[in-house]
T-cell receptor, first 112, second 114 residues
Framework: TQLLEQSPQFLSIQEGENLTVYCNSS?????LQWYRQEPGEGPVLLVT?????EVKKLKRLTFQFGDARKDSSLHITAAQPGDTGLYLC????????????FGRGTQLTVWP | GAVVSQHPSRVICKSGTSVKIECRSL??????MFWYRQFPKQSLMLMAT?????????EQGVEKDKFLINHASLTLSTLTVTSAHPEDSSFYIC??????????FGEGSRLTVL
């Protein structure tokens, strides 16, 4: 059983469409991070959510942390080919800051 | 901004040889660095926590004698894959934390063992 379950695993859409990806768990977290990773590169931090119910926006990306701090979602409005990548959620394993557990990710492909 | 750099970005070696991968924090001192492994189409799996001046802490299931980690300075951690085999072929990624708690990832190093 994965600590973080991400869905869908794969998502292929046309440019201009909206989409939502999810990161779910049965555990409660003090914070959760979203990363985007492109092939052959390391992950890049998009956002950290900390407060239950928190909503953060980053241009066309909207991140939400569940009220119970067990799940999170990432919504992309009017997706563009440049949004293509692997979207990963991650949480601290505790004891040491930066020691992360990653979900399996959602591979997003946006076609022009 | 802060940058974490890995070298080499790609390496190909023969089975049975050892390979060293470097992870450097370029403009900050990193007391703690982390090493991850990522197989194709899979997520990042934490291998170990590297602390400057002390032994690395390995995650369960990671062979410490096979994956040697050295963190000899505040800006450099190295991962040596000893007696590499084809199943060790993977994408190895490091990250480093700055004093303020910010976390930065390297660009990754792709190891192919023939």
């Amino acid at each position: 059983t994965q600590l973080l379950e991400q869905s869908p695993q794969f998502l292929s859409i046309q440019e201009g469409e909206n989409l939502t990806v999810y990161c779910n768990s049965s555990s409660v977290f003090s914070s959760l991070q979203w990363y985007r990773q492109e092939p052959g590169e390391g992950p890049v931090l998009l956002v950290t959510v900390v407060t239950g119910g928190e909503v953060k926006k980053l241009k066309r990306l909207t991140f939400q942390f569940g009220d119970a701090r067990k799940d999170s979602s990432l919504h992309i409005t009017a997706a563009q080919p440049g949004d293509t990548g692997l979207y990963l959620c991650a949480v601290d394993r505790g004891s040491t800051l930066g020691r992360l557990y990653f979900g399996r990710g959602t591979q997003l492909t946006v076609w022009p | 901004g802060a940058v974490v750099s890995q070298h080499p970005s790609r390496v190909i070696c023969k089975s049975g040889t050892s390979v060293k991968i470097e992870c450097r924090s370029l403009d900050f001192q990193a007391t703690t660095m982390f090493w991850y492994r990522q197989f194709p189409k899979q997520s990042l799996m934490l291998m170990a926590t590297s602390n400057e001046g002390s032994k690395a802490t390995y995650e369960q299931g990671v062979e410490k004698d096979k994956f040697l980690i050295n963190h000899a300075s505040l800006t450099l951690s190295t991962l040596t894959v000893t007696s590499a085999h084809p199943e060790d072929s993977s994408f190895y990624i490091c990250s480093a934390t700055r004093v303020a708690g910010e976390l930065f990832f390297g660009e990754g190093s792709r190891l192919t063992v023939l």
